[in-house]
Structure formats: structure tokens, C-alpha cells
């Protein structure tokens, strides 16, 4: 591009000026001829052409061309320059780029290795942890072990002193229902003997007749109440039998026993009157 340039401007040896006044003119006189063809009017208006007036210099064509050549020179030079310059810049750019992808990979090898670290940290510190809640595991077993037969031991102990209590007080219980029994075997024996003793039958008594008394007695055996529950029939009977009851009364025997005893068999008695042993 720059060689036809350069031909243009040195063309046959005339300056640019010149080619450029002829080419005017001529055109000039191209749009007069093509005003004329085509104006509708008769009259024809000549108009007085623009003069331009070209500056011919008179130049040596070979100082020119050295002229032309030393700019190509120096504009080739320039170009090599600025390639050369564009080629280290690119080289630049590469090495940069290059440092700056090495710098990506240390640091990406880094945080490999810091994660690696960690997770090395974390599964030590995880197994640590874990061997801990084992072993506590196994310490709350141990103690849970220990407490179930220490609690074993002590229900073990307390139902030996439970049934050693109840064997105890079953034991007491049952001697003390013996002595009760007795006592008020004893007591009811007197009671019947004094009233026996005391007891006139009437010539109306037979056999197969039966009085049966409830009485009521005080602690020290005074006699509070005497009550036909059923009777025999015989009238004189049953006063004979209400009769000795008042005879024997009071029974000093009920005196020596034990309140609980006493209210439980003879704060009310019966007593069954039966003429069993008479002959007839």
C-alpha cells in the first residue's frame, strides 16, 4: 500500500499538485457538458469557470526517491520496533501469566495440604473424642453395675430383715394368740364353773332344753346386763339361768386380763344353759 501510494505521489515525476488540478478541471467540465444535456431551457447561461491555478515546483525525481526511501527505512525500522516491542510485551504477558498460574497452583497446593492438616486434626481429635466416650461409656456401665448390686445387696438385705420381722411379729402374733387363747380359756372356764356353781335347775328341767344369755361386763368383771337371746321355752328355765349369772356376778376373774383381751371376748358373753346330764 505504501509502495502505490508512493508511485502515485512521484508519478512520471510531477507532484501531487499537478495531478490533482487536471483531475479537477475535469471534472468541472464533465458536470458542465452533463448541465447542458439535461436544462429544459433554451437560453444557455454560460457561467465563467472557476480558475485554479496549479503551483507547478520543479523537484529532482531521484532526491525524491531517496526521500521515499529513507521514509520507507525509517517506517520499516519503526514497524520492527514496534513489533519487537508488541513480541515483548507478549512475552511479558506469558511470563506473567505464567507466574500468576504458578502462584493459583501453590496456592491451591497449599490449601490441599491445610485441608489435608485439618482433616488429619479433626480425625484425630474424632478418634480422641470417641475413645473418651468409651472409656466414660464403660466407667457409667461399671458404676451402674456396681450400684445395681449394691442396690441388689441392700433389697437383699431389707427383705432378710422383712421376712425375719414378719417371722418375728408372726411368731409374737402367734404367742400372743396362744396366751390370749389361753387366757381366755382360762377366764371362760372360771366364768362357767362360778356359774355352775351357782346355778339351781327347776324341777321343770329336762333334757334337750337350751337358754342361751347374752351378758354385759365391765372391765372389773361387775355385771352390767343380762339378756334372754333364746329361750327354752320353760320360764322358770330361763330364770334359773338369769338368776345364777346374778349369783356368781361379779367376776374377779376378768380383772387380771388385758384390756384388748377383755374387750374382745367378754365386754359381751353368751353363755348357753343346758340341762344335759339330768336323767330323764
Excluded: C
Amino acid at each position: 500500500m505504501h509502495s502505490a501510494l508512493n508511485n502515485l505521489i512521484i508519478y512520471n515525476g510531477y507532484p501531487l499538485s499537478v495531478v490533482v488540478a487536471l483531475t479537477f478541471h475535469t471534472l468541472i467540465f464533465i458536470v458542465i457538458i452533463y448541465l447542458q444535456q439535461s436544462s429544459d431551457s433554451d437560453v444557455l447561461e454560460l457561467v465563467q469557470p472557476t480558475i485554479i491555478k496549479a503551483l507547478i515546483i520543479d523537484e529532482n525525481p531521484q532526491v525524491v526517491n531517496r526521500q521515499n526511501l529513507e521514509r520507507q527505512r525509517i517506517e520499516q525500522q519503526r514497524q520492527r520496533e514496534l513489533e519487537q516491542e508488541r513480541q515483548r510485551q507478549a512475552e511479558a504477558e506469558r511470563l506473567e501469566q505464567e507466574r500468576q498460574q504458578q502462584e493459583v497452583e501453590r496456592a491451591r497446593q497449599e490449601e490441599e495440604q491445610r485441608q489435608a492438616a485439618l482433616r488429619e486434626r479433626e480425625e484425630l481429635e474424632r478418634q480422641q473424642a470417641e475413645q473418651r466416650r468409651r472409656e466414660q461409656e464403660q466407667r457409667e456401665e461399671e458404676l451402674r453395675r456396681q450400684a445395681e448390686r449394691a442396690e441388689q445387696e441392700r433389697q437383699r438385705q431389707r427383705e432378710l430383715e422383712r421376712q425375719q420381722a414378719q417371722a418375728a411379729a408372726e411368731a409374737a402374733a402367734a404367742e400372743a394368740a396362744r396366751n390370749e387363747f389361753e387366757l381366755v380359756q382360762s377366764a371362760t372356764g372360771l366364768i362357767q364353773q362360778v356359774v355352775q356353781e351357782n346355778w339351781s335347775r327347776p324341777p321343770s328341767a329336762r333334757n334337750g332344753m337350751r337358754t342361751i344369755l347374752q351378758i354385759r361386763m365391765l372391765p372389773t368383771g361387775e355385771l352390767l346386763e343380762v339378756t334372754i337371746t333364746q329361750s327354752s321355752g320353760d320360764p322358770a328355765f330361763d330364770r334359773s339361768a338369769e338368776t345364777a349369772v346374778y349369783r356368781a356376778a361379779p367376776f374377779s376373774e376378768l380383772q387380771s386380763l388385758p384390756i384388748n383381751v377383755f374387750n374382745s371376748n367378754f365386754r359381751s358373753l353368751s353363755l348357753i344353759f343346758e340341762p344335759d346330764d339330768l336323767l330323764n
